[in-house]
């Protein structure tokens, strides 16, 4: 079963900065857009950031308004990598992160319907 790897997760302070990555390798030919969920304890899985992996958008990205001017999604077609970079980072930030690919649709890209292949999520706990 093809699935994407991501990688970054920590424990960081609050204010603090890391940087997750998805490998999208597996699937890089087949797929449009690259998004970042998070799901924390008792709460639903929710959209955090996209990007338009190919086509004639390829490279425009998409934030829930929590993470804008915080986080910056990027894709690396050499590669095959998305990042996202996130800074100043809040305690309610502490989820579970999930990348995940497909081919959305400007009306589910920020939807976890938009996306076929998901990987195994990498945990992000920001804690003093």
């Known amino acids: 079963q093809v699935h994407l790897a991501e990688s970054g997760g920590g424990l960081v302070q609050p204010g603090g900065s890391l940087r997750l990555s998805c490998d999208v390798s597996t699937l890089s030919s087949s797929i449009n857009g690259v998004g970042w969920f998070r799901q924390a304890p008792g709460e639903e899985r929710e959209f955090v950031a996209a990007?338009?992996?190919?086509?004639?958008?390829?490279?425009?990205?998409y934030y829930t308004d929590s993470v804008k001017g915080r986080f910056t999604i990027s894709r690396d077609r050499a590669e095959n990598t998305v990042y996202l970079q996130m800074n100043s980072l809040k305690l309610e930030d502490t989820a579970v992160y999930y990348c995940a690919g497909g081919r959305p649709i400007l009306s589910t890209i920020r939807t976890s319907r938009g996306y076929s292949t998901w990987g195994q999520g990498t945990q992000v706990t920001v804690s003093s």
């Open positions: 990007v338009r992996w190919s086509g004639g958008s390829a490279g425009t990205t």
